[in-house]
Every structure is written in C-alpha cells, then in structure tokens.
C-alpha cells in the first residue's frame, strides 16, 4: 500500500538518491512545479519516469495550474489562462456565458495536462476574498461573494473532469480573509462562526452537495478562534471533523497544503503526523527537498481504507478523458472574454 503522501522533486529528470527514496518510499503521487518544467517532452519523460519508480502506472500526478499567477506551465509552451477574477467579471454581465467561459476554459487546461501525464489539477480555488486580506488569494478567487464562487468553481471542476483531470478545491474550509500570507506566517482569522458558515465556508458547501464528479480537497492553514484557536485547519480534528466532513459534508480526499510552508512549525515528521492525525488523508510535500522529505515520509504511514475507498472513489468518477479541440475551443472562448480582456483575448 503506498503511503498517504505526495512529494515534489528537484529539477528535470530523477537524481539517483531520488529515485531510491521514491522506490523505497512508494508514496502515493508527485506535484510538479516550475523548476520540474523544460518541454513538453520532458514532462511527458518525467511523469512516466516517477510512476515507474513506485511501479504504478496510475499514481496521481499534480500541478498547479489555476490561471494567472498561478501556473506552472508557461507560454510561449502552454496557452497563458487568465485568472479566475475574470471569468468573475464575465459571470457578473451574463451568468451563462461566465459558466459557460470558466468550463472551456478549464477543459482547455486540463487537456493540456493529460498529454503531459498529469491527471490532478490543484483547482479552482473557492476562497471569498475580504477588503483587507492579504493579496496572496486577490485575482486567483472568482469573485468576492459565495455565490458566483460556488457556481464558477463547479463549473471548473466540470471542465477538467470531462477531460479526464481531477481538480482540487481550496482552501477547504477558506484562506480568503486571512491577513498574512500562509507561505510565510501563520493567519488567524477572529470572526464569528455564523459569519464565517454564511460566507467563508460556503463555496465548499456548494461543491460537497455536487457529489459528482467528487474532487479533492486542499486544507487551508488557517488558524479559525472559532473553532481551534491553538491548531490551523491542516492540524485540526475539530475543524477537519466538525467543519470540513461535518458542517460542509465533504467526503472526498483532504489533501493537506504544503508541509514546508511557514504557516507550520514542529519537525517535518511531527508537521506530516499532526495532519494525518487531524484527519487529512494525504499530505503534500512540495519543494523537492530531499532533505525534508525523508522526515516527512517517516511520519507518514500507508493510505488508510477509508482514503484508499475515497482514492478509488474520486479517480473512478473520472471516466475517460474526452479530448478537445483545442484551436476551436481557443477560438470559443476568445470570443468570450473579449469584452473583459479585450481583442487580445
């Protein structure tokens, strides 16, 4: 059984201590990131070249590639996806032609990600940013109420599961009013529950009842006074039990963010024991460390049958990927959003 974690890698290709570590590790699935990015080609090398490692031609492979400022994968390589906030605006003059933008758009993505063996994208966000938060959500949200939030990041989920990609909401259960950016700090959010159950936690509620496709779920770390005031939502059995699968009702995976962000503190076995404790049912691991990932995976046990029955769950609901056209789509979706981006859409 593999373990309940997901890790990123140095560079390109597999180093050779890499490649023993993962062989001896079996963790579940790989997230990509920038420096893991040269060509089409090489990806494609390096998706097949992990799953080999563990011996699973199935093990998940992630990225993260909302659109905006958020991508991994670049032009002039990979189409430049606006950010969410516009298909924000487009749901905001025409419901239907913003859904029906957020869609196309997403397959677009993930059709992108298929061809290179990736099969997890680590979207949509469904974070409600407030005025004054930290700029770290800003754009990457769809908008700044819960409801058009809801509605595009199901529409966005729709468009990579119709391509045959998972998505991954976050930040379950909502980073958007958090005041200091989480890769750096540890937010505290101090409103009350009632406010954060209307607005924060709302989104999350949206997609649980959708049931299908079933995506994954990113915690966010988070520390709600509300709920936990010693423990940040990755960390938290109250949270994870009582908001997450509980007020919010999502039974899918619960990923955990990255362990090595600044948010956490504690050794990295303790961060990966902590999380797994709390309920998440994988961990995440991202900057390739090798370093770190040692203590992470010693802290991380195999998948349980309740994350193995979820794993198979979510991957099933997937179906076989439908490929699009992807000039005609291009086309489509120009049309779009050129009165919000204009003719360079």
Not at 11 to 30: D, H, I, S, V
Not at 55 to 78: H, S, T
Not at 204 to 222: I, S
Request: charged share 20%.
């Amino acid at each position: 059984m593999p373990k309940a974690l997901i890790v990123g890698v140095a560079g390109t290709r597999l180093g050779a201590k890499e490649l023993t570590f993962l062989r001896e590790t079996n963790p579940l699935g790989f997230i990509l990131f920038a420096r893991n990015v040269a060509s089409p080609d090489q990806v494609r090398a390096l998706t097949t070249e992990m799953r080999n490692a563990v011996g699973r031609a199935d093990a998940p492979v992630l990225i993260d590639q909302e659109g905006g400022r958020v991508a991994r994968l670049r032009a002039p390589q990979w189409r430049a996806a606006p950010p969410a906030a516009v298909f924000g605006e487009i749901y905001r003059l025409n419901a239907e032609l913003g859904l029906m933008a957020t869609r196309l758009n997403a397959q677009m993505i993930g059709n992108e990600l298929i061809a290179l063996g990736i099969n997890v994208d680590c979207a949509p966000v469904a974070d409600v940013p407030v005025e004054g938060a930290d700029p770290i959500i800003g754009d990457r949200a769809f908008a700044t109420e819960p409801g058009p939030v809801g509605m595009l990041a199901g529409a966005f989920c729709d468009g990579l599961s119709a391509v045959g990609v998972l998505p991954v909401i976050k930040h379950i259960p909502g980073h958007g009013r958090a005041g200091v950016d989480s890769h750096k700090a540890l937010p505290r959010v101090n409103v009350s529950r009632a406010e954060l159950s209307v607005r924060d936690f709302a989104p999350f509620k949206a997609l649980a009842r959708r049931r299908d496709p079933e995506p994954w779920a990113m915690t966010a770390h988070v520390i709600y006074d509300c709920c936990d005031p010693d423990r940040p939502a990755t960390q938290s059995r109250t949270v994870i039990d009582n908001i997450i699968r509980g007020e919010i009702g999502f039974d899918g995976i619960v990923l955990s963010d990255d362990l090595s962000m600044g948010a956490l503190t504690g050794t990295y076995d303790e961060r990966a024991r902590s999380a797994l404790a709390a309920g998440c049912d994988l961990v995440l691991h991202c900057n390739g460390k090798l370093e770190e990932m040692i203590p992470v995976a010693a802290g991380c046990g195999e998948l349980t049958a309740t994350a193995e029955r979820r794993l198979a769950r979510s991957l099933g609901a997937l179906g076989t990927p439908d490929p699009i056209d992807a000039e005609a789509a291009k086309t489509e979706l120009a049309k779009i959003l050129a009165p919000v981006l204009g003719s360079g859409a």
